[in-house]
């Protein structure tokens, strides 16, 4: 309603003061003291400079494959694939869960596991919403695929990148060393997402009503998304570097958005905060390894190979990813171990990968789900939930390291 005439103009509503999100002051945090670690020689020059080295191509590849990952949402092609599954289901809510396990393990493999926790967990609970079935056990599935579901290739996980690197594998060859591990630890997942969350959780009778077919805004800017992202793999598949793999695809998506949808291309879309969390978090944990990390963690690890040393690795990676954040537990562990003891260290990445999962800050993946499920109003049973995951982390790194020594 206008005022009336002569009328003061009503006072401007008040705006809420800014606030920095949590995450982003961690990030500069850590940065921030990655830097000084640097800086005050508490982290020799020589050493900040081999860190730094070795993980500009890592920062490349994680910010081309994020912006591309969020690209690829705004063009439709997540939305149009998760319309598609519940129609392929046929309101079966049990051939819903295969197709979005199925979706959540995919994309996991080629895009990364943040890539699954950011963008297919709203594009999942927005699902749930459309269907009027209960959004836990959707949820739940993207979380959970999201670290069991990435071993397979170096793109997976920014720890199996580390790992590929340190052992001197190519993508092919970390592949075939990881496949089994990798069916193994889906399988585990898939049976209890099932049994602790699907079933419990089922619609009456099972079924649900089919949504009807999710059609893109612009076709133009999704089959070009979509050829991006096949380009992307397709490139990895090749054993094109990983980074230049993600810029070719991006830059074509880019040259989309360019000409579709000028206004989507934002500063915002460089995920500043990741890279700063990344680079700090390296130089951290190199400098805490020289003042008794390494020792802490040689001790945990053991010096003996076999069966129960392979156990022992992948339980340690585990514990140590719930205790602090899975990278951490990794490149503190990768110090220790030696490069030819390949056995050990991928039962250590299994157990970095598949563990974090009962706390929030065990992986960045399963810290930015949670923030997802907050922003959509969604509330996963906190209780259920880490006993559940606490189970999964447990039995699906001993049924993957057990599937790594088959290999071996």
Known sequence: MKPAAGAPPAPPEPTAPWRPHP????????????????????????????????????????????????????AGVFDVLASRLAIAARGSWAALFLLCGGLATVTTLVLNLDTTAVLLTPVLLALARTLRVPAGPLAVTT??????????????????????????LSPLAYAARMALPQAAAVTVTMTLLWYCWWRRDAPAGGRFVPPARHVPPDPVLH??????????????????????????????????????SPATLRPGLVPLRLLFFVTGLFLVVQTLGRYGL?????GLLGSHGGTLGELRAGGTGALLANAVNNLPAYLAGESVLPPHDHTRLLALLIGTNIGPLAVPWASLATLLWFERCRAAEVSVPVRRFVLTSTLLAVTGTVAAVGALLLVT
């Open 23 to 74: 995450l982003d002051v961690v990030a500069v945090v850590l940065a921030a003291v990655g830097a000084a670690c640097a800086l005050s020689g508490l982290l020799p020059r020589a050493e900040t400079t081999a860190t730094l080295h070795r993980i500009l191509p890592l920062l490349l590849f994680l910010g081309t494959v994020i912006v591309l990952a969020e690209l690829t949402a705004v």
């Open 143 to 168: 979380v959970w695929l999201a670290n069991t579901a990435s071993l397979l290739l170096p793109v997976s996980n920014l720890t199996n990148l580390l790992a590929a690197d340190h052992v001197g």
């Open 223 to 260: 089959r070009t998304a979509l050829a991006g992202c096949l380009l992307f793999v397709a490139g990895i598949l090749a054993g094109v570097e990983i980074g230049l793999a993600s810029t070719v695809a991006l830059a074509l998506v880019l040259v989309g958005f360019v000409v579709r």
């Open 294 to 298: 390494d020792d802490l963690v040689g």
